[in-house]
């Protein structure tokens, strides 16, 4: 038994399946003698492929981000080029008769083991250069392998380092149970993936990749946070009832999709989803969302090719209004940085503390035709949203002073004037501020008179306030969201907008998380948004509340020092009203 992160809940048994950077089906057969030419050939045709894709790419983004920018690319041409590489993978297909897919995989695995060791930053990246190098020639061999495709029976546990978005795009149709991840935390990009799609996962289990083989039997403990490989019969049992217990939890409350979300004393609540692409939004629609209260549009880039452009962006942005609950959309402009970076936005930009550094809109500030071309896209989307009588919402992240709020209104009314001079539709777009950073909360009464709306994202709020990194297992401890000073600063900030009359909602995880909603709705909010596999069970858990029960519940739990003796207590009172829901919740 393991002990990790609990970062999405529920319980799930299946069949481990390891996955490195590459896809590699861990049952490759040895090549006969017919087919080592053709697997070389076969390398050879991705190699020009890929070369091919770093020239355009280098091209498109010199001329939409910068030449500077566009350097990476150039050194990823060369390390494709360089003699050295080509000669040890040629050498493996021949020698060793192995799918070029492996070769790839085991000189990943080779310069992985010699560069991890160095201390110095500058090689590390260059680690990072090798692998995106050596995954595109992998995705120009085959299609991204799946699970699917090996041999492997029944339900699957993935198990990995962290998730790339790529991977998870790549694992979008496979029957996956269960997530276990050596790095991350309950942010990573893993950790959303799973609680979109209602998977129990846990993050920072240091070294299970050592310790589990593809084939294993695993138990997935969302609650807790604990990881049992091959576990014996009598325990095994135990586990396949939970699990029981919870695939017909989720199927009981995914019966209220069509009910609306209301307390017992008649509050009216909107419940809206967090999404990453239009499956998602899709899910959102499945589940009961009233809306889409975070648009994540950073994936489009992580995922992308290269660049999307203007018009690339545009026909992502309708779609994800036409599949939408009420076609109504709060879209959140490129988040990109910390754990979450493409090759020409700053990856070579090392920093000592990237969550605090060159991200998000402070990158945006940086790159005006990228923001621009943002900005034009999704306002011309908010047409077709108000032809269909829904909305588009616009929604600004890691707003820090007022200076930046301004900033971004006139970008806005700079982008409104030339979509009229160039006679393109576009739609009114209400401007939004996503609170995460501590001193836009402690400026709050003067932020909100300049935005229409403010969004609260828990996620960075609480790793600021705590000075602890959430994707750092070892500070794990101190990133809570029921820590006592959280509490605090929410409380001031809904305090303020609900004064003011500021339309507020808070779309971080903890929206979605029972023991915090009672809280969050004790302070007076009725907007939320959470990941869609959620809503069902909040939208139950609400009809067991009156706001006047929540709010005592939030004066008692005001009243403890330390956050185990909030998470103790809100556990304690969790059970009481909704005794069906401990299966949801987690540690």
Not at 506 to 516: F, S
Request: proline letters at 5%; charged letters at 25%; a negative charge.
């Amino acid at each position: 038994m393991r002990k990790g992160i609990a970062v999405s809940p529920g319980v799930a048994i299946g069949t481990a399946y390891c996955l490195d950077q590459i896809f590699v089906d861990p049952h490759s057969k040895r090549l006969e003698d017919g087919e080592v030419t053709a697997e070389l050939a076969r390398y050879e045709k991705a190699r020009d492929k890929a070369a091919t894709d770093l020239v355009a790419l280098q091209k498109k983004v010199a001329a939409q981000v910068g030449r500077n920018e566009a350097a990476i690319f150039t050194v990823h041409e060369s390390i494709l080029r360089d003699s050295a590489f080509t000669k040890k993978v040629r050498r493996w297909i021949v020698d060793d008769r192995i799918p070029a897919q492996a070769a790839l995989h085991r000189f990943l695995e080779e310069y992985s083991s010699l560069f991890t060791q160095t201390k110095d930053e500058y090689l590390r990246e260059r680690l990072n250069d090798v692998r995106d190098v050596i995954v595109r020639i992998s995705q120009h061999l085959t299609e991204v392998l799946h699970p699917e495709q090996t041999s492997l029976a029944g339900p699957l546990i993935v198990v990995a380092d962290e998730l790339l978005p790529s991977q998870a795009v790549a694992l979008g149709k496979v029957d996956v149970h269960g997530i276990v991840t050596q790095a991350g935390s309950q942010t990573s990009h893993a950790a959303i993936i799973a609680r979109s799609r209602g998977i129990p996962a846990i993050s920072g289990v240091h070294g299970i990749l050592n310790q589990v083989k593809t084939g294993d039997t695993i138990v997935v403990d969302g609650r807790s946070g604990h990881v049992i490989v091959n576990p014996e019969p009598e325990s095994l049992s135990a586990f396949r009832k939970l699990e029981r217990e919870f695939f017909l939890l989720q199927d009981k409350l995914a019966e209220n999709r069509d009910q609306p979300a209301v307390t017992s004393d008649a509050i009216r609540l909107e419940l809206n989803a967090n999404i990453n692409n239009l499956a998602d939004a899709e899910s959102a629609v499945a589940m009961g969302a009233d809306g889409v209260g975070l648009y994540r549009t950073e994936y489009l880039y992580l995922t992308h090719p290269d660049v999307p452009d203007e018009e690339e962006q545009l026909k992502v942005y309708e779609q994800i209004v036409l599949a939408s609950p009420g076609h109504s959309v709060t879209i959140r402009t490129l988040d990109i940085g910390g754990d979450k970076t493409v090759a020409y936005l700053g990856r070579d930009q090392r920093e000592a503390n990237p969550f605090m550094g060159w991200r998000s809109v402070r990158l945006s500030f940086e790159h005006p035709h990228l923001f621009m071309t943002q900005i034009r896209a999704i306002m011309r989307a908010a047409a077709l949203a108000e032809e269909l009588g829904g909305e588009v919402r616009i929604l600004f992240p890691m707003i820090t002073t007022l200076e930046e709020m301004r900033r971004v209104r006139g970008i806005v009314r700079r982008a409104e004037k030339r979509l009229v001079e160039e006679g393109k539709p576009y739609g009114k777009t209400p401007v939004g501020l996503m609170l995460e950073v501590p001193a836009a909360a402690v400026s709050i009464d003067t932020l909100l008179e300049v935005v229409d709306f403010v969004s609260i994202g828990s996620n960075d709020l609480v790793q600021y306030l705590m000075a602890a990194d959430r994707d750092n297992p070892r500070v794990s401890h101190l990133c809570q969201p029921l820590a006592p000073p959280v509490l605090t600063v929410l409380s001031q900030v809904v305090r303020a907008c609900r004064r003011e009359k500021i339309p507020v909602t808070i779309c971080g995880e903890m929206a979605g998380q029972p023991r915090a909603f009672v809280l969050l709705l004790g302070m007076g909010l009725t907007r939320f948004s959470m990941s869609p596999a959620f809503i069902p069970s909040i939208k139950d858990l609400a009809a067991h509340l009156t706001q006047r029960q929540a709010a005592a519940i939030l004066r008692e739990a005001m009243e403890f020092k330390t956050t185990v003796r909030v998470q103790r207590f809100m556990a304690e009172q969790l059970l009481e009203i909704a005794p069906n829901l401990s299966l949801l919740d987690s540690d």
